[in-house]
């Protein structure tokens, strides 16, 4: 009963929220002409703006996004820098922009200028203030130069057209203001609601596909025409060979038509031309009027194979996002073949055009998701820029479904790569989301979904702002159950469409239809990054009342609800039952049923939770267990439910000491990577005909608040370092290092930053043949990272101390030293080529400094080399070498004073130095060539020495660089006297950073 009156009294304030609604109304009239030989388009706008806003407008802001398309300065110029494409360098016949500009205010000239930051926003000034319930009129010509399609939505390649965002179209202004904003590749848009009056002039033999209802009867008559030659001659047009007859353009009819469109109730107007296209018509059904509309599909002969079926993908679409959510409210649907963009697809109102896709059923799902926009951006137009899961991630959600609902037994993922070979086992369309998602969130790498479409990394635009949405509101589904969740969303549409809905409504409408209180959605999964884990703790039969009573536990940081269920051998649900999402520990009871042999949670993996391990318990007659067969893999694999997946891969190790190595990983580097994860590599060592290897197990965890994340961990290794080649080399090393590392960087920390605090500790036993030496040591490491598009900057405090002791001559020794090290790297433009140059500063002090009197002493073991680590000197066992017997070989780890020379000039300090070392890309191709020039000055113990030196050098990534000096100081020696021992190496490989590389990369 309770429930009932709160459930009244949350409808009553859903209805109250929405009496004090507004927005403004826009009504276009446009007419255009597409000149096919120039790419050009000749137009005249006239719109109606009326302020239906409490305030007085006194300016107004149009966006006049083809200027996107100018020149290297725009917003969407710089984006596209950060992905590599480069418009300040492209063939200007390849950029877009529009003029011709001359804005009229009711029939008057306005003052009007370019935002002074963005070409591609106009400022009007109005020479009357707008106030609330009136009406102007905008009216200006304009011609719109097309840009090539390869940059972006906009464009044209050949006679292709897809005319999209072409229009000066005012910002929305709503209760939040203005929102002007430039044109972005990764970021969508946010228009305001009206109606559209567009006629457009083409050559009479381009078939055309717009939003709007077409008006004119002898176009629709053509469009009939193609639609039965097509699906008479499908067959022959599929069988068509790739050459002129199929691809090429045939040339434009002199004569014109003039084709008008009409549409209410949409907030975008798009179009597409292609004298090539073949059609297909079809009508859908809708569930709930039970209205018929029409369906349009218009392809590329050379797609002809994939798009034969597509009008079933676009009907399907249509009727089942109107079953879920609500009726699709407008006349037609079209999918376009829009052979010039870049994979995928965009969606317009009405109307959706798609990139090329390698199966049928890629392109249904591409379809049906574009299809689906009309409901998520089309008809419920929230602010994409700015909340870009309300569409992307809400649409997601529903492609999920569909994918599930039609194909129930779906392999998609594991069909996807490598053909199904790899160990990727019964992985469907939705794991497609769910692992890329728990990928990222495992390696600290994910942001929350609610980041600003231009804040995300492009990893994350995806895995978080589509795929998380989806899997969580997939969650939120099985909570809720079908009814209900589409109760939910029915309400939301009903109340949203054709406005501009923000998260709190949302958040507003479904907690008020489903009754209960969802913050661990709305804020914990959709405002942070906390993660999901639950545990299944117990089962217990009670044997009076033939229940059992089952305990689980929320071990993660969302405080949401918990679904557990019985089932019987075969793996069929019994029961359902779920927790109350506040409770940290709770108690559900079942009834008894002969028919249980286990209890999970989430048995089908609805809920993206990070950990999976613990959610099963088995059922064995009196007895409880929790337990999973293991299964052994070669090389790779997925973690399957219900089962441990355990990889071995062969290995091989090659150094100076061991010489060959052969051995056997076992490791559960699996798709997703779990948190805790392990690597054991035993290997045999020819050279010292025994055992040696790596070893590394770690753990991460996600805490609620305070930090990030924290990695704790034990890193191993054992290998020879022997140096004689004759000797019998017995001599090697055991460095055991556990380490704790915290993730500092807050949640709300835009992409590019980084802040970590490392703690390494150091055992280490040194076993010679007549001694062995004992080390042990603290190194703390704090790192801050900052990366913008054109400058990066990495800042480094550390300590380091270590106790050595030797037990041939019972000696300690020891050190401790602080050092600073500072990074920056500034991008700079050299004849159309981007390259960086980085300027590295380091400074450390000796505390503590004593090497006793053994060879520790004489190789300088603990001191600071002005020229980096050789293996001798890395104490610690971070890195891998070919002789770590030495302090002369060739190979440096480019650490401490990082000069770029080999190891005939060694110069080291018992006390302090300090170097400034500057590499510079050089503008030539590959990119790997490198100038460089150190220059460092260090206490030698006679007084205070300055070097410097430079030359030329290869640098492959951050992997390898080799580098050859050609001036240096004096005091250095003689360079080229034995010029082949100047030449320095760097090798800085490290497998078990892969999962942290791949993250950086991610970031
Ligand atoms: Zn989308």
Redesign the pocket.
């Known amino acids: 009963m309770l429930k009932k009156i709160l459930f009244f009294l949350l409808i009553a304030l859903i209805g109250n929220a929405n009496a004090q609604y507004w927005q403004q109304q826009v009504d276009y009239r446009i007419d255009v002409k597409l000149d096919d030989k120039t790419h050009r388009l000749y137009g005249e706008i006239a719109f109606d703006y009326l302020n239906n806003s409490p305030s007085t407008l006194d300016s107004m802001y149009i966006h006049v996004w083809p200027n996107a398309y100018k020149n290297g300065k725009s917003a969407l110029a710089e984006q596209l820098e950060g992905e590599g494409k480069k418009l300040s360098t492209i063939d200007t016949a390849k950029l877009g922009g529009i003029s011709a500009l001359d804005f009229k205010i009711n029939g008057s000239a306005v003052s009007w200028s370019f935002h002074p930051d963005h070409e591609d926003i106009v400022l009007i000034k109005l020479a009357q203030p707008l106030a609330p319930g009136k009406q102007l009129t905008l009216t200006t010509p304009f011609i719109v130069k097309i840009p090539s399609g390869s940059i972006s939505r906009l464009g044209h390649i050949g006679q292709s057209y897809q005319i999209t965002q072409w229009y000066p179209k005012p910002a929305v202004f709503d209760h939040k203001g203005w929102h002007p904003i430039p044109y972005l590749n990764q970021g969508e848009f946010y228009s305001e609601y009206g109606s559209f009056d567009v006629s457009i002039t083409v050559p009479k033999n381009y078939v055309v596909g717009a939003t709007g209802e077409l008006q004119n009867p002898t176009e629709v008559a053509f469009m009939d025409s193609i639609a039965t030659d097509t699906k008479n001659r499908i067959t022959e047009i599929i069988a068509l060979p790739s050459g002129n007859l199929r691809d090429s353009f045939p040339s434009s009819a002199a004569d014109w038509k003039t084709l008008r469109y009409i549409q209410d109730k949409v907030h975008d107007f798009a179009w597409f031309a292609d004298k090539r296209y073949k059609v297909l018509k079809g009508s859908v059904k809708l569930p709930e009027s039970g209205r018929n509309l029409t369906t349009w599909a218009l392809f590329t002969p050379a797609n002809a194979l994939n798009w034969q079926n597509a009008i079933e993908y676009i009907n399907d679409g249509t009727y089942y996002y109107s079953k879920w959510n609500g009726d699709y409210p407008y006349s037609a649907v079209t999918a376009v073949d829009g052979t010039i963009s870049a994979g995928g697809?965009?969606?317009y109102p009405m109307i959706t055009v798609i990139g090329n896709a390698s199966s049928a059923r890629e392109l249904e799902v591409v379809i049906v998701?574009?299809v689906?926009?009309n409901w998520f951006?089309g008809i419920l137009g929230s602010n994409e820029r700015q909340h870009g899961w309300m569409?992307?991630g809400m649409?997601?959600a529903n492609e999920m479904r569909y994918v599930a609902t039609k194909y129930p037994d779906n392999q998609d993922l594991s069909d996807m790569v490598l053909g199904g070979k790899l160990h990727l086992n019964d992985l469907d369309h939705h794991d497609m989301g769910d692992i890329f998602y728990r990928f990222l969130a495992v390696l600290d790498a994910d942001q929350p979904i609610e980041t600003h479409s231009a804040d995300f990394s492009s990893a994350n635009y995806g895995a978080i702002m589509?795929q998380k949405t989806g899997l969580i509101f997939q969650y939120l589904r099985s909570y809720l159950g079908d009814e209900l969740y589409d109760q939910c969303m029915h309400r939301y549409y009903d109340l949203y469409q054709f406005k501009h809905p923000y998260p709190e409504d949302m958040q507003r409408v479904v907690e008020g239809v489903s009754g209960r209180k969802l913050d661990w959605l709305f804020g914990d999964l959709i405002q942070t990054t906390n993660i999901i884990d639950y545990k299944i703790k117990k089962a217990q039969r009670v044997e009076p009342l033939n229940t059992f009573t089952v305990k689980v536990k929320n071990k993660g940081s969302v405080a949401g609800p918990i679904g557990v269920s019985s089932l019987d051998k075969a793996g069929v649900i019994l029961e359902t039952q779920w927790t109350n999402p506040t409770d940290k520990r709770s108690t559900l009871i079942f009834k008894g049923n002969p028919a249980i042999n286990e209890f999970a949670i989430d048995p089908n993996g609805n809920i993206p939770e990070l950990n999976r391990s613990n959610n099963r318990i088995l059922v064995n007659k009196a007895l409880f267990k929790k337990l999973e067969p293991r299964k052994l893999e070669f090389m790779f694999g997925d973690h399957e439910a219900n089962k441990t997946n355990v990889f071995w891969t062969p290995m091989m190790a090659f150094n100076h000491s061991d010489r060959t190595m052969l051995g056997v990983a076992v490791h559960n580097f699996g798709l997703p990577f779990k948190p805790v994860q392990y690597f054991i590599a035993p290997m045999f060592s020819f050279g010292r005909k025994t055992l040696g290897g790596v070893a590394e197990i770690s753990k991460t965890c996600f805490p609620a608040n305070g930090v990030r994340s924290i990695k704790t961990g034990i890193s191993i290794k054992s290998f020879g370092i022997d140096d004689d080649p004759n000797g019998q080399r017995q001599s090697f090393y055991f460095a055991a290092t556990p380490y704790l590392k915290i993730n500092l960087v807050s949640d709300t920390r835009p992409k590019g930053y980084a802040n970590d605090l490392t703690f390494k500790w150091l055992f280490r036993r040194d076993i010679f043949s007549n001694d062995m030496s004992m080390e042990n040591g603290l190194k703390v490491n704090h790192t801050i990272q900052s990366n913008k598009k054109n400058f990066s900057y990495q800042g480094q405090l550390q300590f380091e101390g270590v106790l050595g002791f030797h037990d041939e001559i019972f000696e300690f020794e020891n050190y401790a030293r602080v050092s600073v090290t500072q990074e920056f790297k500034v991008k700079y433009l050299d004849r159309k080529k981007t390259r960086n140059i980085k300027f590295r500063l380091y400074g450390a002090y000796n505390l503590a400094y004593n090497p006793g009197s053994s060879y520790y002493n004489v190789m300088g073991r603990y001191s600071i080399s002005m020229f980096g680590s050789a293996g001798y000197q890395d104490v610690f066992a971070e890195n891998y070498f070919f002789n770590r017997a030495t302090v002369s070989g060739a190979q440096y780890t480019d650490d401490m004073g990082g000069f770029r020379t080999g190891s005939n000039n060694l110069r080291m300090s018992n006390y302090w130095a300090s170097t400034v070392n500057a590499t510079v890309q050089l503008p030539i191709q590959p990119n790997m060539f490198v100038a460089f020039a150190d220059f460092g000055v260090y206490d030698n113990g006679v007084g205070v020495a300055a070097l410097y030196n430079a030359g030329l050098g290869i640098n492959l990534g951050d992997i390898v660089g080799v580098y050859f000096p050609l001036v240096q100081s004096v005091n250095m020696g003689d360079l080229y006297q034995n010029y082949k021992t100047s030449i320095r190496l760097t090798l800085r490989f490290n497998p078990f950073n892969l999962p942290y590389k791949l993250s950086t990369l991610l970031k």
């Open positions: 697809g965009m969606e998701h574009e689906g926009h951006y569409d992307e649409n997601t589509y």
